[in-house]
């Protein structure tokens, strides 16, 4: 059973560029997390979605950043118009449940770098 | 807002040595989740604590969860250099989907 899947792991964006972050879930999970990790820090929370909907988008700044987890296929983040301060480890978990108390089960990550 | 302070930051222990990281939130948690994270690598699920006032042992490693189910420490005895990596603590809120994350304890190992 394939644990979770991030692509790319890492990603070198100009300012201003877009950046897309793709994530697949283990088999059989219907719950993702983004987080985003700045080095030497914890990770904070982004987004929570189950497929077709975004649960919670609490954590996610309302410009430039988007999340989607369609029927078919990965849940991606998208970044627009990226800059500097968007470098970070951006890490995507699953879980069988949405009920909080879960375990999350965290991709590799894709490190962004913005020059 | 709602925070999960960590402390320490880092940890510089002689192997063999013991370690202890602890968490404090400001509002009550329904439960406590444990992770690893090896420098580079991604985290990883070490333990769930729901009960107050509950403790779990794996191994070395010793985790509890505070009688008012607002602080929680995790205890290594006889650190070893796989036990090397940052260690954090992660709490949900009640009714809440978010896990809030501390800042981590970094566990380094004196050459």
């Known amino acids: 059973n394939a644990g979770v899947m991030q692509n790319p792991r890492h990603l070198v964006r100009r300012r201003g560029q877009e950046a897309r972050l793709r994530c697949s879930p283990m088999?059989?999970?219907?719950?993702v997390y983004w987080y985003r990790q700045l080095p030497e820090e914890g990770l904070k929370f982004m987004v929570y979605?189950?497929?077709?909907?975004?649960?919670?988008e609490s954590g996610m700044p309302k410009e430039r950043f988007s999340a989607e987890f369609p029927k078919e296929g990965p849940s991606i983040l998208r970044i627009q118009q990226v800059v500097r301060g968007d470098s970070a480890a951006y890490f995507c978990a699953s879980s069988p449940t949405g009920l909080a108390g879960g375990e999350q089960y965290f991709g590799p990550g894709t490190r962004l770098t913005v020059t | 807002g709602q925070q999960v302070m960590q402390i320490p930051q880092y940890q510089h222990v002689q192997e063999g040595e013991d370690f202890t990281t602890y968490c404090n939130s400001s509002t009550t948690l329904s439960n406590i989740q444990w992770y690893k994270q090896r420098p580079g690598g991604h985290p990883v699920f070490l333990i769930q604590?729901?009960?107050s006032g509950e403790v779990k042992k794996q191994k070395r490693l010793t985790f509890q969860f505070g009688e008012a189910k607002k602080n929680s420490s995790l205890h290594i005895t006889a650190t070893q250099t796989t036990d090397v990596g940052t260690y954090f603590c992660a709490g949900y809120m009640d009714s809440n989907y978010q896990l809030i994350w501390g800042a981590g304890t970094k566990l380094i190992i004196k050459p």
């Open positions: 604590l729901v009960k």
């Open positions: 979605l189950q497929k077709e909907n975004i649960i919670d």
């Open positions: 088999k059989g999970h219907s719950h």
